[in-house]
């Protein structure tokens, strides 16, 4: 035995030291003895160059029993200016969607229990109306997430048979999401069609007779510019056969325009489906605003039979997610959505009120002795929605060691999000809940 590994004191000694002594009064002994374990463990394969006493091991045990009762999902602050930060679970909800969860969901609800029969009733049944409603659907279907969705429809329309889509629209989403993966693995076969930059009618027309459906792809965060020509929506729709239903999947779930902020249109799911979709498919933690699931609306007979595949069920949805996507749903449905929901009220926030926040948070820096000043600087929208816009807007930007700064904030608690340019930290108001603003400026100026 090497003289480190024999340093290593036995068990029995350490759980009965004076050391130990008042971890072992507050935690089970059998949590203690794990973890002593295994840093034993660790010792024995990597041995430790000065031999630890005690009062040490007690340290360590303290530490990892402190880390294990922490969450590893934890809120942070988003000051990044990104409005659907993928990497930071998308769209926060509304306050209705969070009452739901805690006060409707969390304890016992009638998911599937129909109260004016007394009978069975399906979680199916819940958003159903509202969904309809507001796009013009004649049914709807919530699942896990789009991706689902798409997988759903697929599986149930075109199994083992042909969907065609474009070539310009076999795009990789994000995370090694690829829309051409995701039809093989949902059955299909892909039938592609055109050329990456064009595809015309006669490409469609020429696939038909062999297809089980036409696919089309909102392409997401990809652009093409220059020689280029897709068929759209509504040309697709009136260019399919009976039997060959055209499924759309909009990605983001778009269910109010916003023109009038000067964006420019994207298709709405109610556009989509007056334009002629059969089936149209979105997320719900995108433009949507709302919790993430998988948003299928469109004729009621398709519909049906996804609530009837079985693969349904291998995908279905999660009553948290129902509550909080109803209570979003209302939100539209009483007309209150800009104002309720967070990733609306962030994109149309005027520039002149992110403005006035820059300004009067970059004053409250400076008195509190940190160097600041604005700057015009866009925002974006991000979770591939609205590609290639930009918001205008105004960032504190924080002079000092900006990397130095940033890692201060990334592991502070809360934890924030900033981005670092020309090495300085920029903090973009537009994401961070006014709420948060104080706590910002104690985390920013805080040693
Ligand atoms: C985001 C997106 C998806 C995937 O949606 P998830 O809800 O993340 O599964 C699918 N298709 C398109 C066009 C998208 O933009």
């Known amino acids: 035995m090497s003289d480190a590994r024999r340093a290593i004191p036995s068990l029995e000694r350490l759980l009965s030291s004076a050391e130990l002594e008042p971890l072992l009064q507050r935690e089970p002994r059998e949590r203690v003895t794990n973890i002593l374990r295994s840093i034993q463990n660790e010792q024995r394969a990597a041995p430790p160059s000065a031999t630890p006493d005690a009062s040490w091991y007690a340290g360590a045990v303290a530490a990892r029993i402190a880390r294990a009762n922490e969450h590893s999902l934890r809120a942070v602050i988003n000051a990044s200016g990104v409005i659907l930060h993928t990497n930071l679970g998308r769209a926060p909800l509304a306050q209705a969607a969070i009452d739901a969860i805690v006060g409707v969901a969390a304890g016992y609800s009638n998911l599937e229990?129909?109260?004016?029969?007394?009978?069975?009733?399906?979680?199916?049944?819940?958003?159903?109306?509202?969904?309809?409603?507001?796009?013009?659907?004649?049914?709807?279907?919530?699942?896990?997430?789009?991706?689902?969705?798409?997988?759903?429809?697929?599986?149930?329309?075109?199994?083992?048979?042909?969907?065609?889509?474009?070539?310009?629209?076999?795009?990789?989403?994000?995370?090694?999401?690829?829309?051409?993966?995701?039809?093989?693995?949902?059955?299909?076969?892909?039938?592609?069609?055109?050329?990456?930059?064009?595809?015309?009618?006669?490409?469609?027309?020429?696939?038909?007779?062999?297809?089980?459906?036409?696919?089309?792809?909102?392409?997401?965060?990809?652009?093409?510019?220059?020689?280029?020509?897709?068929?759209?929506?509504?040309?697709?729709?009136?260019?399919?056969?009976?039997?060959?239903?055209?499924?759309?999947?909009?990605?983001?779930?778009?269910?109010?325009?916003?023109?009038?902020?000067?964006?420019?249109?994207?298709?709405?799911?109610?556009?989509?489906?007056?334009?002629?979709?059969?089936?149209?498919?979105?997320?719900?933690?995108?433009?949507?605003?709302?919790?993430?699931?998988?948003?299928?609306?469109?004729?009621?007979?398709?519909?049906?039979?996804?609530r009837r595949n079985p693969l349904c069920r291998a995908l279905r949805v999660d009553k948290l997610t129902i509550a909080a996507l109803e209570a979003t749903l209302q939100c539209y449905a009483r007309g209150t959505a800009r104002s309720e929901i967070p990733v609306l009220r962030m994109i149309s926030a005027p520039l002149r009120e992110v403005e006035q926040r820059a300004k009067q948070f970059q004053q409250r820096l400076q008195k509190l002795g940190v160097n600041a000043d604005v700057i015009a600087e866009p925002s974006t929208i991000g979770g591939g929605a609205y590609p290639g816009v930009e918001l205008p807007s105004a960032i504190v930007r924080i002079s000092g060691n900006a990397k130095q700064l940033e890692a201060k904030l990334r592991n502070s608690r809360p934890p924030v999000v900033a981005r670092i340019a020309d090495n300085h930290v920029l903090i973009d108001l537009r994401t961070v809940l006014p709420a948060q603003e104080a706590v910002l400026a104690d985390l920013i100026t805080h040693e």
Not at 262 to 283: F, N, W
């Open 113 to 306: 229990y129909d109260l004016e029969k007394g009978t069975r009733g399906s979680r199916y049944s819940h958003c159903t109306e509202l969904l309809c409603a507001l796009t013009g659907a004649e049914a709807a279907l919530v699942v896990n997430n789009n991706a689902a969705a798409l997988v759903l429809a697929l599986n149930t329309v075109a199994l083992s048979r042909s969907v065609v889509i474009s070539r310009g629209e076999l795009v990789e989403i994000g995370d090694t999401f690829r829309i051409a993966e995701i039809v093989e693995r949902s059955g299909a076969n892909v039938l592609e069609v055109g050329a990456t930059n064009r595809t015309h009618v006669a490409d469609y027309q020429r696939a038909l007779p062999n297809a089980a459906a036409l696919l089309k792809v909102h392409r997401s965060n990809y652009q093409m510019a220059g020689f280029v020509s897709d068929v759209d929506a509504a040309t697709l729709a009136r260019l399919k056969t009976p039997g060959v239903p055209l499924i759309h999947d909009l990605g983001s779930g778009l269910i109010e325009d916003f023109a009038d902020l000067g964006l420019p249109h994207e298709q709405t799911a109610g556009e989509a489906i007056q334009l002629g979709a059969d089936i149209v498919t979105m997320s719900g933690d995108k433009l949507l605003g709302g919790p993430q699931a998988g948003i299928i609306v469109g004729k009621a007979e398709l519909v049906e039979r996804m």
